[in-house]
Structure formats: structure tokens, C-alpha cells
């Protein structure tokens, strides 16, 4: 119940096209969804997150959609450029527990191609 | 705002020696700090929560005693590797969680790459 599954493994985009990367938990104790990005050799970087009590977020060309009632959450980039190309993992944290502990996915890898 | 550094950043080391990373928030305190273990291509795997000033908790299958974690000061947690094996290389990560939810939960180092010779 603690997981989140992502997907998919992986996926190539040409660039100017939207990556979609889908995730999909089943824990409803779950109250904050963020989504990082990570270059080869280095650490995950927070992009965008989300509460269950919004439905979208967008900053720039990286938009969260959440489902609440699927339990479902997604994330979209538009425009995709080469620079985007990275491993992107989704997360989601229970509320009010374990010091914030997070749960990640298992990572998709985005290929950008020029 | 919210910068976590790790030192080394890489650190190559024969069996049966002892290495220490350290993790640093360098412009907040963090009470809480999460250590993180990183295979090739696969997700990122919680070793440990680390508090300040108390014993760290430690996930389901990871030795205590083998990675041991100290996190003296709300800037400062340390993982030490003892008596590190091949299989101990990997990629270890550290990240702090602010306080503040509108700065975003939770903040990753830049990850620490253990070979072991």
C-alpha cells in the first residue's frame, strides 16, 4: 500500500513535443506529491509538486495533473527540449508521519531527441 | 534557499576500510535528514531518518551497524560505511526537509559515488 508506480520506463520525445509520465498509488493517507529531476552522477532536484486538494499546478512547461478519485497523478512537460532529457521520479509522502518520509517511483528515463 | 551539500562527492576505498560522508543543509536547519542509497538506473532506496540529537531510524533490511548515522547539529549528518565491501559501492544521496512546506518539503545533496575496491 506504501507504493507508487510509475510509468513509463521509459520514453522518447522529439523535441517541441509533451512527455507525459504517469504515476498511480493506492495508499489514501497520501498528502503531498512531488515530482524531481535527476541528471546522471547527480541528486534529485524538486520540479513541481502538489496537494490532493487541487486538481492541476503548472510552473512553466511543467504542468502536475492529479486524479484524486483514481489516485493518479501525472506529469507533463511541454515544449520538451534536450536540456529536459533526465530521470524523473514521482513521489508522494503520508501525512503526518515519519518526518515527511517520501515514497518514490520507480523513475522513468526521458529522452529528449533535437 | 534551501542548498544541501555532500562531501565527498566521490571516494574510492579498499575492503575493510571505513568512509564517511557528510551531509550539510547550508542555509536552513534541518531537523530531519534522509539518507539514500541509489543503484544504477533504479529508483532511490530510504536507508534511514535521521533526527537531531536522537537515534536514527532505520528502514526494513539495512544494518545498523554497517551504516552508521550521526546527526549532531541541525546542519550536519554524517553516514559512515564500516568495514565497506564491493557490494557497498553505490550512490549515496542525503536530503534535508525544510520546515516550511512552501519552500517544498524535502531537498536532495548532489549524492556521493563509494567505490570499493
Known amino acids: 500500500q506504501q507504493q507508487v508506480k510509475q510509468s513509463p520506463q521509459s520514453l522518447i520525445v522529439q523535441k517541441g513535443g509533451i512527455s507525459i509520465i504517469n504515476c498511480a498509488y493506492e495508499n489514501t493517507a497520501f498528502d503531498y506529491f512531488p515530482w524531481y529531476q535527476q541528471f546522471p552522477g547527480k541528486g534529485p532536484a524538486l520540479l513541481i509538486a502538489?496537494?490532493?486538494?487541487?486538481s492541476e499546478k503548472k510552473e512553466g512547461r511543467f504542468t502536475i495533473s492529479f486524479n484524486k478519485s483514481a489516485k493518479q497523478f501525472s506529469l507533463h512537460i511541454m515544449d520538451s527540449q534536450p536540456g529536459d532529457s533526465a530521470t524523473y521520479f514521482c513521489?508522494?509522502?503520508?501525512?503526518?508521519?515519519?518526518?515527511?518520509?517520501?515514497?518514490f517511483g520507480q523513475g522513468t528515463i526521458l529522452t529528449v531527441h533535437p | 534557499g534551501a542548498v544541501v551539500s555532500q562531501h565527498p562527492s566521490w571516494v574510492i576505498c579498499k575492503s575493510g576500510t571505513s568512509v564517511k560522508i557528510e551531509c550539510r543543509s547550508l542555509?536552513?536547519?534541518?531537523?530531519?535528514m534522509f539518507w539514500y542509497r541509489q543503484f544504477p538506473k533504479q529508483s532511490l532506496m530510504l536507508m534511514a531518518t535521521s533526527n537531531e540529537g536522537s537515534k536514527a531510524t532505520y528502514e526494513q533490511g539495512v544494518e545498523k551497524d554497517k551504516f552508521l548515522i550521526n546527526h549532531a547539529s541541525l546542519t550536519l549528518s554524517t553516514l559512515t560505511v564500516t568495514s565497506a565491501h564491493p557490494e557497498d559501492s553505490s550512490f549515496y544521496i542525503c536530503?534535508?526537509?525544510?520546515?516550511?512546506?512552501?519552500?517544498?518539503?524535502?531537498?536532495f545533496g548532489p549524492g556521493t559515488r563509494l567505490t570499493v575496491l
Open positions: 502538489i496537494r490532493p486538494d487541487v
Open positions: 536530503s534535508a526537509r525544510v520546515a516550511r512546506e512552501a519552500l517544498g518539503g524535502q531537498f
Open positions: 513521489a508522494a509522502r503520508v501525512r503526518g508521519t515519519s518526518y515527511g518520509k517520501l515514497t
Open positions: 542555509d536552513f536547519q534541518a531537523t530531519t
